[in-house]
């Protein structure tokens, strides 16, 4: 008995829910929790009468245009059908009733209730009342013999008694059931039901298996049961000609027998797995509706197409010829199977008499096992047919009880084998994204990010509404819709609608194109005979229609013809955005609730593109696709039926990651979120909340919901499961940027900077948590994420948490951080070779092609001299080449430009270049493979926070001398030359090493202070080939010019040296070098120290701070400095002054 099962739709809030055809089958009655009685005209019905009866209502009965329902209140009320008036009130009760039922004619209502009492009231004089008591429990349902002689009834007490009703008194009573003390413990409802017509039978569910009662012996004749149903059964229902009984279980299964042959003919398995409670046959015995504990209803359909397949009886079986096999099969098998079959294994070719031809198109011969499936078959007039034909042998045979409960003899004709597999899925029909269905007479035909369009459909007219959000893209208009368009898209440029082909008119496509800027505002395309517009959508300057022939046409927005191209399978919906074209299609059939989508992407843009190609499309178990989109960013995005809304991620090879559950935010089941828009940034999920229904109303006009989003990562109830989550979500809310700025577009700079500078501070909270918990590999982990600025403060905060092998670490990627940056921008800048030319001339043969120093070591000398002939002109011009440098790595949690928190320690080095934590001990020389000295590493730290902004840092015209060692533009400095230096004799005590921060990263802002007089009679520097040159040339300028301070001197200097030729210089570098030796290599290192620890490093205290900051660190190398309040994480790694 193939059957289709229905797609579950909600109907009232979770709680029991009952069910009932009206007497023609055309209107679904159910009633629930929430205390309504709803009129549907079928499963489709989107806005059903309803009827408040109570708070609850929890049984219901129609019949003769009475409705008799059992409401929260105590009460049975009784309501006209199907306007829903008040009736008045049948009967009370002292608590509330249960089940209520009407007898075969109409004209009594049984009703039991939990104060253990049965009533059987009168309709039409409520004071003609019979009360049966017996029952020690709650009454679990009544059921009255059609002949209106008995009523069953079935009780907590664990009994299920047949009285007789005009006595009043118990007839048998058999303890069959489970003994509970109320109705909601009870495993099963155990809703009785008596055969219709003669009453031959009562069937009452006992457990997993239905019991069959005979009228007037009330012996137990036969049982009827299925090996797969594995839960209680709770509903039981009779087909209206009495043949078939269909039974709901705890669940979900659903369950049809013949009751002549006791075999199962149909399964079904609920679709969520709810408990099914209501059960309900419709008059023609063609459909079963059903309703779960979940307030849910859904429809078995098409239950006749084989109903003669079920009258296993000798005489059916003689009475099919083989013919009829050929009905199974397409016309071209030219009876195949007839040939199969010999005289001696066919069935008796016995004529057929009062039979209708139309008889032979739906009969199969009949096979021991019913279940067989057979064709599907849909012609109408054959389903009345068959139904009457049951009808007949049922009731022409209701005497003779032996056959109709003796299963039939094996049949003779060949069985066919019987798929036990997974049954297919019935595809998800085509949609437009942002629509409510098409059946309604008021809905929405689109709802995107420009407006909204409505469609009405009704007596008085058939017109089309089209609002914008912003008035300034176009005013409202008002389109009459005489063409029948049922689809449509709206975009900033055009409105596009299409319409289905019918007997005389193609389909059409009509585009309102409200921006062209020519007087011709409209125009239509007819699609080809049999070809159907399916789906539509517009882009920027275009837009695709995807037709029922598997094809996708595309159109410019002014209505020329572009390129056509197949689909690879029937398209279930499409979107566009921009240059981006999404196209989601039937790759193939679903089994057990699933579909089998697959997803296209294109980008029409300068190069035309495929970016995904037919990839499945993951959605949620047993779930369909509801709504696709872009966000208004870009990246496409869609959400299924269970409510989960997922992201393309770019990053991660075009997967899809799941962003949200809008089923999380309902309050009840049945409540959805129909989304309308996706923002990234800021981060917004647009959706109107529907109660009760997956899509809203037209009026009144819905109100848009915000949601949040919120990655499904594990643990987010915990802090570190909270910041993980934020972090990934900024990084994947964030990937829109590099896809626009890669397809040509601009990009809000200060946004991306902002995202930035957000995912680092997550990343440094992430590591200080980790610090906390001495998690140090998973701290190393979250390090390799960072800016090599936010490493800086890590390695800070480690040093300051007494971490040392933790920093060591750090230091490292530090490092190769630093290169990586290095190699990047040594590229930039042999890129930009042109610009730096000029300067190359300037500085001398030392600098190599690119524009930068060359790293030879047998250079580095004559780099370090260079460095000082930089005056304070040349300085500022470096800076602000520097500043346009280092702008492009903005330290993240720099609150303004000139952020005081400035990590220094960022030493940078080819690979085996010196340790920069490294530090000589006195009167030995250093060497590369030597250890760190982990205190001294602590000491580094404490001493680099550098806090100098750019005004403080800028050599101050009243400040004296001039000369600054500002770093060099070359990048690719060694650093050894700081490190691996001889100590001299007269160095006895062990001093500390900072090594200077290399030009590119440090900010323009934090260009050393020029040294104080003090500090250079202190630490004098080795005498250059300038200072050499000085000396000797001194007085000679003084002669010239007797005036000039000793600022101009030195200037005029300078000047004076550079017009000398490059060899010249050299010879003066090379006395220098000379002149100074090993002693001069202590200086330099002091040097180092004091400038940079003083300069650079004290930062926020000045030069004087600086000074005595290593004075003091001369005095006592070992003794730590105290740790001051700002040394705390919050001080310095969020620091905002």
């Known amino acids: ?594 579909q089998a989508l697959g997803v296209q992407l294109l980008q029409f843009g300068r190069r035309r593109k495929q970016l995904i190609h037919g990839e499945p499309l993951p959605l949620s178990r047993r779930s369909h696709l509801s709504w696709l989109g872009f966000t208004a960013e870009g990246t496409p995005c869609y959400v299924d039926s269970e409510g989960v809304v997922r992201m393309l991620n770019r990053s991660l090879g075009s997967t899809w990651t799941p962003v949200c559950n809008t089923r999380e935010t309902c309050k009840s089941k049945s409540d959805h979120y129909w989304v309308v828009g996706i923002h990234e940034n800021p981060q917004q999920l647009r959706c109107i909340p529907c109660k009760g229904s997956r899509y809203p109303p037209t009026l009144p006009r819905p109100a848009v919901a915000i949601l949040p989003f919120k990655l499904p990562l594990c643990q987010t109830s915990t802090e570190k499961g909270q910041m993980e989550e934020h972090f990934q979500r900024s990084v994947l809310f964030h990937n829109h940027y590099s896809f626009l700025s890669s397809s040509g577009y601009e990009i809000d700079e200060d946004g991306q900077s902002q995202s930035q500078k957000e995912q680092q501070e997550l990343l440094m909270k992430m590591f200080a948590l980790s610090c906390k918990l001495e998690r140090e590999f998973r701290c190393v982990e979250l390090a390799e994420m960072m800016t090599q600025n936010v490493v800086t403060l890590a390695i800070r905060y480690a040093s300051r948490s007494r971490r040392m092998v933790l920093a060591q670490r750090l230091s490292e990627i530090a490092l190769e951080k630093a290169n990586q940056i290095q190699e990047e921008e040594q590229e930039e800048e042999q890129e930009e070779e042109p610009q730096y030319s000029r300067q190359t001339s300037r500085y001398g043969q030392s600098e190599s092609t690119g524009g930068r120093y060359s790293s030879r070591s047998n250079q580095e000398e004559e780099e370090e001299q260079e460095e000082e002939l930089r005056v304070e002109e040349d300085g500022q011009e470096m800076e602000t080449e520097e500043s346009t440098e280092s702008r492009k790595r903005v330290n993240p949690f720099a609150k303004e430009a000139g952020s005081p928190v400035m990590p220094s320690l960022t030493p940078i080095g080819k690979v085996g270049r010196a340790n920069p934590f490294k530090v000589l001990g006195s009167g030995k020389p250093s060497s590369a493979a030597g250890q760190p000295r982990a205190s001294n590493i602590l000491d580094n730290m404490t001493a680099s926070r550098k806090s100098a902004s750019l005004s403080g840092s800028a050599g101050k015209p009243g400040k004296a001398p001039v000369l600054k060692p500002l770093a060099p533009r070359a990048k690719t400095k060694t650093q050894s030359t700081l490190l691996q230096m001889t100590t001299s004799k007269s160095a006895n005590k062990k001093t500390r090493e900072n090594p200077e921060p290399p030009a590119d990263q440090q900010k323009p802002a934090e260009a050393p202070p020029p040294a104080s007089p003090a500090e250079n009679t202190e630490n004098q520097r080795p005498k250059t080939g300038f200072q050499f040159w000085l000396e000797e040339n001194r007085k000679s300028i003084i002669a010239d010019q007797p005036d000039l301070e000793e600022t101009e001197v030195i200037k005029e200097a300078m000047g004076r040296f550079r017009t000398l030729s490059a060899d010249e210089r050299l010879t003066w570098t090379e006395r220098a070098k000379g002149q100074s030796g090993d002693a001069a290599d202590l200086k330099k290192r002091k040097r180092a120290e004091g400038g940079d620890g003083g300069g650079g490093g004290g930062g926020g205290g000045g030069n004087e701070n600086g000074q005595a900051e290593a004075e003091a660190d001369e005095n006592s190398a070992k003794k730590k400095k105290p740790l001051d309040a700002t040394s705390k994480l919050s001080a310095f790694a969020f620091n905002k002054n």
Not at 136 to 160: I, N
Not at 398 to 423: F, I, K, Q, T
């Open 1 to 594: 008995m193939p059957c289709e099962r229905k797609q579950l739709r909600y109907g009232h809030s979770e709680g029991h829910t009952e069910v009932c055809f009206d007497d023609t089958g055309k209107f679904i009655v159910t009633c629930g929790n929430d205390g309504d009685v709803r009129i549907w005209e079928g499963l489709d019905d989107d806005d059903p009468k309803f009827i408040t009866v109570g708070e609850k209502a929890y049984s219901l009965a129609l019949k003769k245009g009475k409705l008799v329902t059992a409401s929260s209140n105590n009460t049975v009320q009784i309501h006209t059908f199907p306007d829903g008036d008040p009736d008045g009130i049948l009967t009370r009760f002292t608590t509330n009733a249960t089940h209520v039922t009407f007898n075969s004619s109409g004209t009594r209502v049984a009703a039991g209730s939990s104060d253990f009492m049965v009533k059987v009231v009168e309709v039409s004089d409520s004071s003609q009342q019979k009360t049966l008591r017996g029952h020690e429990a709650p009454v679990l349902s009544v059921t009255f013999d059609p002949k209106d002689e008995f009523l069953a009834s079935a009780s907590c007490d664990g009994s299920v008694v047949v009285w007789n009703i005009e006595e009043q008194t118990q007839l048998i009573s058999w303890p069959l059931l489970q003994k509970t003390n109320d109705v909601s413990n009870a495993k099963s409802l155990c809703r009785l039901a008596w055969q219709p017509g003669t009453g031959k039978f009562l069937a009452v569910p006992v457990e997993m298996k239905v019991q069959l009662y005979e009228r007037g012996s009330w012996d137990h004749v036969s049982t009827l049961s299925d090996d797969l149903l594995t839960q209680p059964i709770n509903v039981v229902s009779w087909s209206p000609c009495g043949t078939f009984l269909a039974a709901g279980s705890v669940g979900g299964s659903l369950t049809v027998w013949s009751v002549n042959s006791k075999l199962c003919v149909e399964r079904q398995k609920h679709e969520k797995g709810f408990t099914v409670c209501g059960l309900a046959w419709h008059p023609s015995g063609t459909q079963i509706v059903f309703t779960d504990t979940e307030g849910c209803l859904s429809l078995l359909d098409g239950l006749n197409s084989s109903s003669s397949n079920t009258e296993p009886s000798k005489q059916a079986a003689a009475k099919k010829p083989p013919k009829e096999y050929d009905d199974l099969f397409d016309d071209d098998d030219d009876r195949l199977m007839d040939e199969g079959l010999s005289d001696t294994n066919s069935p008796v070719k016995k004529p057929v008499t009062g039979d209708d031809d139309d008889d032979d198109d739906i009969l199969i011969p009949s096979t021991g096992r019913v279940r067989n499936r057979g064709a599907i078959l849909d012609d109408e007039n054959s389903l009345d047919t068959g139904s009457l034909r049951l009808g007949l042998d049922k009731f022409g045979d209701d005497d003779d009880a032996g056959s109709a409960v003796v299963p039939a003899a094996l049949p003779p004709v060949p069985l066919r084998p019987v798929y036990e597999g997974p049954m297919p899925t019935p595809p998800q029909k085509t949609f437009q994204p942002g629509s409510t269905p098409a059946h309604l007479t008021h809905r929405f035909m689109m709802w995107n990010s420009v407006g909204i369009i409505r469609g009405y459909n009704d007596e008085q007219d058939n017109a089309i509404d089209v609002e914008f959000h912003d008035s300034a893209v176009h005013h409202a208009m008002h389109l009459t819709n005489s063409l029948g368009h049922t689809m449509a898209d709206l975009s900033q440029e055009a409105v596009l609608l299409a319409c289905p082909s019918t007997d005389e008119l193609a389909s059409k496509l009509q585009c309102l194109h409200f921006s062209s800027w020519d007087t011709n505002k409209e125009w239509m395309v007819d699609l080809p005979q049999g070809e159907d517009v399916r789906a539509l959508c517009m882009g920027q300057g275009w837009a695709a229609v995807a037709t029922n022939t598997l094809m996708l046409r595309l159109f410019s927005i002014g209505g020329v013809q572009k390129e056509v191209f197949s689909l690879q399978g029937p398209v279930v919906c499409m979107s566009a955005h921009g240059e981006q074209l999404l196209i989601v299609y039937h790759r193939a059939t679903g089994f057990d609730g699933e």
